[in-house]
Structure formats: structure tokens, C-alpha cells
């Protein structure tokens, strides 16, 4: 379902030190994953710490539509109980995804070998969002997909009814193919092994193993190869999900750039596959540290502690790292604008068909605000400006992309004037609580202030 209803244009201005403590809500990639895996046990799967945002609410939602019984308990707690692998009843109507490439794409993968038919739909972003990545292997299962010109939605998946094991290496790195393969895998006889080049984001498997299915992941020279029996009777599980470190991000950089900050963000997921920007900001010369580092829930988990950083110099970020901060490419090159040189953003093509063209909306918000922006088909340089040194004082368009919203609303909290968002209705998709969560710590924001 679209948050979408008429913009909300917001305005974030220079203010105070932030300070305190930010408790940001759970992972996303968790919460979708547990969601669905609950869904295909037998029995039923606890969950605390679920992110209650719009695009875990619409997979919630076709959880129920598929057979599943979900339930919300209260903040955070929910219960799944499950029609088991290959159980899912036919939806009696479309499926909205509302702005999710991760639901749409993991429930698509996860019905491909059901014997039913299902058609699936999202908001304007998601409605222009490759599903061809998708739809290519689940034809190798034998599913069927009919949509719109370019791999489109809305689209219908015919499951196949009698699905055979496919090997395939995933040609993009995308946690969202490799995990709908994965799932589609869960309901075909015998081996599925899918093979990526580069490691992305690994919740799928670690979650599948928790659940008892039988996986295997070796890395040999062609990249890590998964391997998945099928048709396990999936366990029901107690998940805790972590809190989320894309979202921990805006908080984080916030304090590195806002002056005399001193901000602590605790219970953060550090999987490997997820940290590449703390990682990067530690190079930069960040005051970022990780306090109190445990495991919860099979996940590494720390607290953040990151104060201002003035000395924060660009770096040239290794595109080998791309797909463990691929989603904090806007924030980072909002954090780019306020360090001293050139911070150089390889290997991120990826970021052309997210919820918006990131590269382009980064790029185009960042001029506006006064800085000197280079990009290419899968590159982009921000010339840093110091500390408080953005201009500020322009207008940025969101595109529906929550992160970009939150990205130019952390650069108003810095720059010399006002920055306006043209929206930030998507904000709730990821992340519903990040403007009181923000304005606790002290920053300002309001309503829209015209901006030349
Ligand atoms: C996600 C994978 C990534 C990421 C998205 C969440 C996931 O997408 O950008 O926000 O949960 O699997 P891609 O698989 O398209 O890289």
C-alpha cells in the first residue's frame, strides 16, 4: 500500500549540538525475511523488534493474503503462524508492495514454485523498478510472469506447479535476487545453488539456517556459492531483530557533521555484509566507535557512539565495498560535502534503479545546495566543503526515495541555511519515527520554508 498521499514538504535548519541516545528502529532486511520465513514454517514464529514501516506492513499484509495468520501483538511484537513450505493459498486480490523492491521481490521468489497465481503491484517508484532481475531465474523454476513493457509491474507470477532445481549465478549484486532464488529453491525437489560474484547482504541464508533448512555457503574463485535442499519442513523460530544500521546511519552522520555533538546509537546489526559505511567513515577520520560489541539473534550487534568530527577528510571509496553500504551512498555523500577534498564513489550502478536514481537525485540536491557534484554512469565525486561549509538554502526533490529524504534533511542540520525536502511522506516506509527520533536529540525541523 502507498504511504503516498499529498506531499509534506519538511525544512531541517542548523541548531544545536545533538545529543543523547537514538534508538532506531529494527532492520528492514530482517523484518521482511522473518515475516516470510515465518510464513513458510509449520507452527508458530515469534518476533520482536519488527520495524513497523510501510514496507513491512504491506509484506505483513501479503503474508495474510497467502494463507498466513499474522498478529500484532504491540510495539514491535508480532507472531506468524504458517502454512509451511509450499502452502501458500492463492491471493483472492492484487498484491500492493506499496514502495518495496525487497517485499515485492522476496514474496515473488517465495510463491514462484506454489501452485497458484498471484499479481502484484507498488507505488509510482516501485511500479518503474526492474522485476526482470527476478522473473529471469524463477523462469528457470518453471514460474511464469506477464507484466508491463521492461519487466514492469503490476505483473502476474503463474507458480509452477511442478518446480525443477535451477544453479544460477546472480548477474547483479542483489540480495534481492539471490534471495528470491533462494526461496523459490525452498519448494523444488532436490539442490538449488546460487552462486554471486561479489557477498551482499547474507540475512536470507543465516535465517533460512536458523529455520533448519538444510544450506551450504562455500566461497571458491567464481564467488560464494549457496546451496539449498529443498522442501524442508521449515522450524518456527524466536527472532529478535536488531536495530537497523541503514537507518542508524542518519542519526550517526548527523552527529559526525552538526557541530559539538555526541550521539549514541545502541543495539545496531553490524553484519559484515551491512557496514561498509562505518567502515568508510572510520577512513574518513570519523569519531565513530563501537561500544558493548555482542551477537543477538545470530546477528553481530554494537552500540555507535559518534561525536563531531571537523577533520574529516574524502576518501576513495573501494567499489568492492559497494554492496555492504549500498544503500548509504546518499548519506555518505552528504557527509562527503561537509569533509575537506574529494570523496570519489565507484562501482554504484546499482544505485540508478533503487527507489529513485540515487546517483542523479544525490547529485541534483547537492548542487542545488552549493556544491560541486561529478557523477557517471556508475560513479559519483562530491567535493567536500568542510565543516559548515554547505551553502544550503535550496529545495531537494525526494523522488519517493525515503533515504534521500532523510539523507538532504541530516545536510539542512549542517549547512549554512534552511535545506527543504519537496516530501518526506516516504520517510515512513523505512523509518516512522525518524523525525521525533531526531528532533529528541535536538534537531530542528519544520514545516516546508521557501528556499531560493
Ligand atoms: C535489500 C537488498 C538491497 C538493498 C535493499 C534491501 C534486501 O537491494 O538496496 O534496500 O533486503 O535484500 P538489491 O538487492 O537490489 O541490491
Redesign the pocket.
Known amino acids: 500500500m502507498s504511504v503516498h498521499g499529498d506531499p509534506i514538504p519538511m525544512t531541517a535548519r542548523r541548531g544545536a549540538a545533538l545529543s543523547g541516545t537514538a534508538e532506531v528502529p529494527g532492520d528492514?532486511?530482517i523484518s521482511?525475511?522473518a515475516l516470510i520465513l515465518g510464513a513458510l514454517s509449520v507452527g508458530e514464529t515469534r518476533i520482536t523488534g519488527l520495524l513497523e514501516g510501510q514496507d513491512v506492513l504491506d509484506t505483513a499484509h501479503a503474508m495474510r493474503a497467502m494463507g498466513a495468520e499474522v498478529t500484532h501483538h504491540g510495539p514491535g511484537e508480532w507472531t506468524v503462524h504458517g502454512v509451511g513450505v509450499g502452502g501458500f493459498a492463492e491471493p483472492a486480490d492484487v498484491i500492493d508492495c506499496g514502495n518495496s523492491?525487497?517485499g515485492v521481490?522476496?514474496i515473488m521468489g517465495a510463491m514462484a514454485t506454489c501452485p497458484i497465481t498471484a499479481t502484484f503491484t507498488g507505488d509510482a517508484s516501485l511500479r518503474k523498478r526492474p522485476m526482470g532481475r527476478v522473473t529471469d531465474p524463477l523462469a528457470l523454476f518453471g514460474a511464469q510472469a506477464v507484466g508491463r513493457a521492461g519487466g514492469r509491474l503490476p505483473m502476474t507470477i503463474v507458480g509452477a506447479a511442478q518446480p525443477v532445481p535451477v544453479r544460477y549465478t546472480v548477474p547483479?549484486?542483489?540480495?534481492?535476487?539471490?534471495?528470491a532464488v533462494l526461496l523459490a529453491g525452498l519448494n523444488a525437489p532436490g539442490e538449488t545453488v546460487v552462486i554471486e560474484r561479489e557477498a551482499?547482504?547474507d540475512?536470507?541464508e543465516r535465517m533460512l539456517a536458523g529455520f533448519g533448512a538444510e544450506i551450504r555457503v562455500e566461497d571458491s574463485d567464481e564467488g560464494r556459492i549457496i546451496t539449498l535442499t529443498g522442501q524442508p519442513e521449515l522450524t518456527p523460530q524466536t527472532i529478535a531483530v536488531p536495530r537497523d544500521p541503514?537507518s542508524a546511519a542518519f542519526p550517526v552522520c548527523a552527529a559526525l557533521i552538526v557541530e559539538g555533538s555526541d550521539v549514541l546509537v545502541p543495539g545496531i546489526g553490524l553484519n559484515p555484509t551491512r557496514a561498509g559505511l562505518f567502515t568508510t567513515l572510520r577512513e574518513m577520520g570519523a569519531d565513530l566507535t563501537y561500544e558493548n560489541a555482542r551477537e543477538e539473534g545470530g546477528e553481530p550487534v554494537a552500540d555507535l557512539r559518534a561525536r563531531f568530527s571537523p577533520d574529516m577528510r574524502g576518501i576513495e571509496v573501494p567499489p568492492e565495498r559497494a554492496?555492504s553500504m549500498?544503500?548509504e551512498y546518499p548519506i555518505l555523500s552528504v557527509v562527503a560535502a561537509f569533509a575537506q577534498g574529494p570523496t570519489v564513489m565507484r562501482g554504484i550502478k546499482?544505485l540508478r534503479?533503487?527507489e529513485s536514481d540515487r546517483i542523479a537525485a544525490m547529485a541534483d540536491g547537492l548542487t542545488a545546495c552549493g556544491a560541486r557534484v561529478e557523477t557517471g554512469a556508475d560513479w559519483m565525486t562530491v567535493h567536500g566543503m568542510g565543516p559548515g561549509g554547505l551553502p544550503g538554502g535550496a529545495t531537494c526533490a525526494t523522488h519517493l526515495d525515503h533515504r534521500i529524504a532523510m539523507s538532504f534533511l541530516v545536510a539542512g542540520l549542517a549547512a549554512q541555511a534552511p535545506v527543504t525536502v519537496d516530501d518526506a511522506g516516504p520517510i515512513a516506509t523505512s523509518f516512522p519515527v525518524f523525525e521525533p527520533l531526531m528532533e529528541r536529540l535536538g534537531a530542528t525541523f519544520g514545516g516546508a520554508e521557501r528556499c531560493v
Open positions: 528492514k532486511s521482511h525475511r523492491g525487497t521481490r522476496l547483479v549484486p542483489s540480495a534481492q535476487v539471490k534471495s551482499t547482504r540475512h536470507t541503514s554492496p549500498i544503500d546499482e534503479v533503487k
